[in-house]
């Protein structure tokens, strides 16, 4: 077959403009979360996490609400997320403590009911690990703020799904695409969108100085294997 007889590919401007706007978002979150020190890459001299890992990454979106025009960025970013996404959804539910801030924002926007769930049950009152009226059937959208390995917010939806709440899936500001992360969250059939994520974050370092070239292999090694100290080589 001629090369000029090869079948061509047509693909829509709507799919080119929503690729072109989820890299750009990708890049202006991660630059915005860099600017104000939201995220931290430090290769040199790593952080230690609880686990015991070594890691060049440290990461704080509560700083995000402290800076009005990142928070606004942020919100509209994660409101976006869901009307593209999860346009059925009846309540918005942030994650303990990190997210609800954001939920309760983004519910404002949208003009939608929100609550929470708790990270443990309350010991007094009424007990409560789910705060807010979420109803058997209601379509919930779980608001997190960082996914690394995926377990604390896996046990949110499971809790919210333990009250027949229909969790369509999660947002989130920023993930480390750990491939552990991304197995648990398909083995508990959840799906997550995120505003920006860790190769996003190490482009846009390196365009912008914050890093050596060297060091984008060794972010990108610790991405691959975060338990492998040979990152750091």
């Known amino acids: 077959m001629l090369v000029e007889e090869l079948p061509r590919v047509k693909i829509s401007k709507v799919v080119i403009n929503i690729l072109v706007k ?7 979150i991660a630059k915005l979360l860099l600017e104000i020190k939201a995220v931290f890459l430090s290769p040199d001299e790593p952080f230690t996490w609880a686990s015991g890992i070594k890691s060049p990454i440290y990461c704080d979106n509560r700083l995000t609400l402290s800076y009005p025009k990142v928070r606004t960025e942020v919100e509209n970013g994660l409101k976006n997320l869901i009307e593209e996404h999860y346009s059925n959804v009846d309540v918005i539910m942030g994650t303990s403590t990190a997210g609800i801030a954001h939920a309760a924002i983004v519910a404002d926007k949208m003009d939608l009911p929100m609550g929470y769930v708790r990270g443990s049950q309350k010991s007094h009152g009424r007990t409560n690990k789910i705060e807010g009226k979420v109803s058997k059937g209601d379509n919930v959208v779980v608001v997190e703020d960082l996914i690394s390995t995926g377990g604390s917010v896996i046990e949110v939806v499971e809790t919210l799904r333990s009250i027949g709440a229909n969790v369509l899936g999660i947002v989130s500001i920023f993930t480390y695409g750990l491939q552990k992360g991304k197995d648990r969250l398909k ?7 995120s505003l920006s994520n860790f190769d996003a974050l ?17 972010l990108l090694r610790f991405r691959s294997n975060p338990s492998d100290p040979c990152w750091m080589k």
């Open 22 to 28: 989820s890299l750009t978002m990708e890049n202006k």
């Open 202 to 218: 190490v482009k846009v370092a390196n365009d912008e100085s914050y890093i050596k070239s060297e060091d984008q292999v060794k």
């Open 187 to 193: 083995q508990a059939n959840i799906k997550n969108v």
